[in-house]
């Protein structure tokens, strides 16, 4: 079974560390929730990606690109099978995410705790 595969822009990255994609540009259904295949032709490389959300209103589906995945698009990335670790990967960026949050956190207790009262 091969997963659905779609053209992105690595500079693209949103505030919320998404990557906004045209709907049109999928070769495949996708729903939030879905590991699909991010690949950039200019650079032939692919990455595990997952639809964090759609927005059918505007046409556009935000993807968590799994950059930690990324290598050579050779095809291999685009077969679905437990070796490829489909949870790892959501693990990965859901984890980068957090510590991006907490370390944003972090500094605000710091500070906190520095100040004479």
């Known amino acids: 079974m091969k997963r659905v595969r779609v053209e992105i822009d690595l500079n693209s990255i949103r505030r919320d560390g998404t990557t906004r994609v045209r709907l049109s540009d999928f070769d495949g259904a996708v729903e939030a929730g879905q590991m699909v295949t991010a690949f950039e032709s200019e650079d032939e490389v692919a990455a595990s ?56 956190t972090t500094h605000a207790y710091r500070a906190a705790a520095v100040t004479p009262r």
């Open 49 to 104: 990606a997952m639809v964090d959300r759609i927005d059918p209103r505007s046409g556009f589906a935000f993807l968590l690109v799994n950059r930690a995945s990324m290598r050579d698009d050779d095809g291999v990335l685009d077969r679905v099978s437990f070796e490829h670790g489909k949870n790892r990967a959501f693990a990965k960026t859901a984890n980068a995410r957090a510590a991006a949050i907490a370390e944003t």
